[in-house]
């Protein structure tokens, strides 16, 4: 198994710009995440999925969407980045039986300009 | 609400020396903890996790966590640090369908 995989792993954006990132997962799991990781803030949550079709908000949303149409995709949208979006960005996902363990991917370095 | 304070930001040990890195939590029932480790430029890994039962807690790499509720604390311990134990670790809090994440402490350790 790949585990969690996410693509790219550094992006550079100019203000304005928009892109998606990719996170997929080959271990059937429901449950599946976006996070941000801050410098000295830990990372926040964007927005979670309990399953295909099934997406909600998280602690820090705006600025993004999410999409589900599979188990093994989980997009995350960045439509008009700005230099707040700057951060590293986490997928995780945990299976239905163990939803309380994450497994995570390797995160995307953003920076947007 | 929940939330969760790792209070040492940065932390510097001599390797072979043990090892306390301290969480303190806010939940109003029992709850479900964690700690995870991030090495760099790594995502994060799961070190153990409590859910229940024996408050002392054992995870990989030779940590264990020990559950204090009249403290709601939950510290990470290693008798004897490795050189590659250096990274970046978080505690977090089990909320529905989601964790709250500590703000993390990154462990340095010395030759």
């Known amino acids: 198994n790949a585990g969690v995989t996410q693509t790219p792993k550094f992006r550079i954006l100019k203000i304005g710009q928009s892109m998606t990132l990719q996170c997929a997962q080959d271990?059937?799991?429901?449950?599946m995440y976006w996070y941000r990781q801050d410098p000295g803030m830990g990372l926040k949550l964007i927005y979670y999925s309990v399953g295909a079709g099934i997406t909600d908000k998280g602690e820090v949303p705006n600025g993004y969407n999410v999409s589900r149409s599979t188990t093994e995709d989980f997009p995350l949208r960045l439509e008009l980045a700005a230099p707040s979006q700057t951060s590293v960005y986490f997928c995780?996902?945990?299976?239905?039986?163990?939803?309380?363990?994450?497994?995570f991917g390797p995160g995307t370095r953003l920076t947007v300009t | 609400a929940q939330s969760v304070t790792q209070p040492d930001i940065h932390i510097t040990v001599s390797e072979g020396a043990s090892l306390e890195l301290r969480c303190n939590y806010s939940y109003g029932a029992t709850p479900y903890l964690f700690w995870y480790v991030q090495s760099p430029g790594q995502g994060l890994q799961l070190l153990l996790k409590y859910f229940s039962g024996d408050t002392l807690v054992q995870g990989i790499k030779g940590f264990e966590a020990e559950f204090k509720r009249s403290q709601s604390s939950f510290n990470l311990r290693k008798p004897s640090v490795h050189w590659s134990d250096a990274a970046e670790y978080f505690c977090a809090v089990e909320g529905t369908y989601k964790y709250i994440f500590g703000t993390g402490t990154r462990l340095k350790v010395l030759a």
């Open positions: 995780a996902s945990s299976p239905r039986d163990s939803v309380y363990e994450q497994y």
């Open positions: 271990m059937n799991h429901n449950y």
